[in-house]
């Protein structure tokens, strides 16, 4: 993954597959009830079965897969493997940290003498000292939300009590915990929305949010600009030039836009009442705005019911979001917004190695998906990839040509 990342490729290729073990695993972390086992039908992801996860190419139901998240030389591989009774329960972990020099795997049936040899390395500073004036230590594993952690824990001396902790899975946490999702079915517009929490942490799917986070930056003073930002995207993409909030009980808030492009202050009507273009897209121009640095914003469909116009203006604020620092996923089939991108990198306004295009293509006899990578050059080209949305362009417009050519020939 780079800054921006995006998904393309046809339907039911597999896009939507690669982002879902990351939203199975944020909803569970984020539940408030441990069940010991990914929770699958949630916030961000619904799945009735632990079937409707597992891979069935290649002739066979698989019973486990893994999630693994790699930064410089560390790395996290969380392997979840189906329980009969539990459903998909955490199986092993292989990782190494700054706690851990080398790549090492502990499995949740491994017992204490092994896991000790394994991580004998792996000591708190604390417990060094400890067992230098003679008190014992066991390592643990635990499980907490379909994730291991490990523990130090005092046998002896009276410090039976004593837990020293050590975080296996921290790289896939991270990640999994930074993701503000803006889901591709964002809802219909709303007279009124709930009043919720608006802080740097999203829980479930981000257009929930929407509303109050508006609403905070229109009453706080140092947050003000943020709002203005957010006008000036409206503007960029022709949707409107005012937006605000009004609340309307301790529960519920409404927010209004301008009629039109060029509409003053005040003249403002309830967003149910404007085309779902605006409501839709709100969600993810706020996204990209709140994001703080190292935030990761997964966007489906950023283009959905936006004017052709509005698509390729849209790359210009995405990109201003990863040069920021923002980690951009979008999930896309637009290719007038992956043009607007390759031109602001012909133009300099985001680097070459700042973009991930990936094309997911899926094989007709096995169903298994193929992902082919490619990275745009300082002209803004990905070369020979397979996404070829030009030449589905040129062929409808040859088809249409051909087709009036055909209409209004005349035979001599």
């Known amino acids: 993954m780079a800054g921006l990342t995006v998904l393309a490729g046809a339907n039911s290729s597999g896009k939507s597959s690669f982002m879902q073990p990351f939203l199975i695993l944020k909803q569970t972390l984020e539940s408030n009830i441990d069940l ?34 790699e930064k410089g030389e560390f790395v996290s591989l969380m392997v979840y493997k189906k329980d009969a009774h539990h459903g998909l329960v955490p199986d092993s972990i292989t990782f190494c940290n700054s706690d851990l020099s080398k790549k090492t795997t502990i499995s949740r049936d491994m017992n204490k003498a092994k896991l000790s040899e394994l991580l004998g390395e792996a000591k708190n500073p604390f417990v060094k000292t400890m067992e230098e004036n003679g008190y014992k230590f066991i390592w ?12 130090h824990v005092a046998i002896e001396n009276g410090f039976s009590g004593l837990k020293i902790g050590l975080e296996p899975a921290e790289l896939i946490e991270q990640f999994v915990k930074s993701i503000v999702h803006v889901q591709g079915l964002r809802g219909n517009p709303e007279r009124s929305y709930r009043v ?18 508006i609403d905070e930056w229109q009453n706080s003073t140092s947050k003000s600009g943020l709002l203005k930002q957010l006008v000036v995207d409206l503007i960029e993409l022709g949707l409107a030039s005012h937006i605000e909030t009004s609340r309307i009980n301790d529960t519920r808030l409404a927010v209004k ?12 009507v309830n967003i149910a009442d404007v ?11 706020v996204g990209l705005i709140v994001a703080n640095r190292g935030k990761v914003v997964y966007v489906e469909q950023p283009e959905l019911h936006l004017h052709p116009l509005a698509q390729h203006k ?9 040069n920021r620092g923002v980690r951009v996923i979008i999930e896309t089939h637009s290719s007038i917004l992956i043009r607007g991108i390759q031109t602001l990198v012909a133009k300099g306004e985001i680097l070459p190695s700042q973009t991930s295009l990936n094309w997911f293509v899926q094989d007709p ?48």
């Open 275 to 285: 085309g779902f273009g605006v409501a839709q897209v709100l969600p993810v121009l």
């Open 196 to 213: 919720s929490s608006a802080k740097d942490y999203y829980p479930g799917v981000f257009e929930s949010y929407v509303a109050s986070i």
């Open 36 to 69: 010991g086992a990914l929770l699958l039908d949630g916030a961000n992801a619904r799945l009735a079965d632990s079937s409707d996860v597992l891979s069935r190419v290649e002739g066979g139901a698989s019973n486990s897969f893994s999630i693994s998240v």
């Open 314 to 322: 849209m790359a210009k604020i995405i990109a201003r979001a990863v």
């Open 257 to 268: 836009v301008s009629r039109c492009g060029g509409a003053k202050i005040g003249d403002s």
């Open 365 to 412: 006899v096995s169903g298994s998906s193929q992902v082919v990578h490619a990275q745009l050059d300082e002209a803004g080209a990905f070369g020979d990839w397979p996404a070829n949305f030009d030449e589905v362009g040129l062929s409808a417009e040859d088809e249409y040509l051909s087709a009036v050519e055909g209409r209004f020939s005349v035979k001599v």
């Open 140 to 151: 643990e594993i635990r499980s907490s939300r379909a994730l291991f952690s490990l523990e």
